[in-house]
């Protein structure tokens, strides 16, 4: 996958829009562009893989970043003796 710079571009300044990006197979040392199907049936990747890739090659880190789901403070927490007397309960 390469990132492709389009001669023109009509993205609004500060948008997080992602690169755009060409699909290619080395074969005997040249680039043959392909497109976006034949390159994920080929090998047999899914649309979301591509996306996680995708996002690498925008950053100039190359890594992907650790997973950010359910890290937040406000998680509900239920008082000890509520929970203890739902365990005698249940036993």
Sequence with gaps: MDEIHPTY???KEGSQHSPNVAYNF???GRHI???K???MKTWDISTTFLTTV???ISKET???EEELRGNHKNKKKIDETIAQDIRDHIN
Excluded: A
């Design 26 to 28: 080395i074969v005997d």
């Design 9 to 11: 571009s009509y993205k």
């Design 33 to 35: 562009r392909v497109c």
């Design 62 to 64: 190359r890594v992907i």
């Design 54 to 56: 995708k996002k690498m």
């Design 37 to 39: 199907n034949l390159f």
